[in-house]
């Protein structure tokens, strides 16, 4: 069990940026970490992730907007940068962990842990 652990949320205006962090417990090789978000009322979404090859996945939404990315000396240090954000972007983020895990995907059934999330508010 690798626990995770989100940091960052918070309130902005639309068109402003945030970073969230996830910090992982521990590293496997061949693993992926993913990020999701889920509003009030709805299913829970992918939004990005990325594999051990550095190989991502963005949701349509987010695409050009959201950069997920990986600390280059730590493997268990996970990134979201949000930028442009929308009203619609508002949610709980949620960090999520995957072993044996070959290809980055946006599926919830992909990923094993789960953080307890952190909350992003877009205000119009």
């Known amino acids: 069990l690798v626990q995770v652990q989100e940091s960052g949320g918070g309130s902005v205006q639309a068109g402003g940026s945030l970073r969230l962090s996830c910090q992982a417990s521990?590293?496997?090789?061949?693993?992926?970490m993913g990020w999701f978000r889920q509003a009030p009322g709805k299913e829970r979404e992918g939004v990005a992730g990325?594999?051990?090859?550095?190989?991502?996945?963005y949701a349509d939404s987010v695409k050009g907007r959201f950069t997920i990315s990986k600390d280059n000396e730590n493997n268990t240090l996970l990134y979201l940068d949000m930028y442009n954000l929308k009203p619609e972007d508002t949610a709980m983020y949620y960090c999520a962990y995957a072993v044996f895990c070959v290809t980055a995907g946006l599926a919830t059934s992909l990923y094993h842990d789960w953080g307890q999330g952190t909350q992003v508010t877009v205000s119009s």
């Open positions: 521990e590293y496997f090789h061949r693993s992926c």
């Open positions: 990325i594999d051990d090859d550095g190989w991502t996945i």
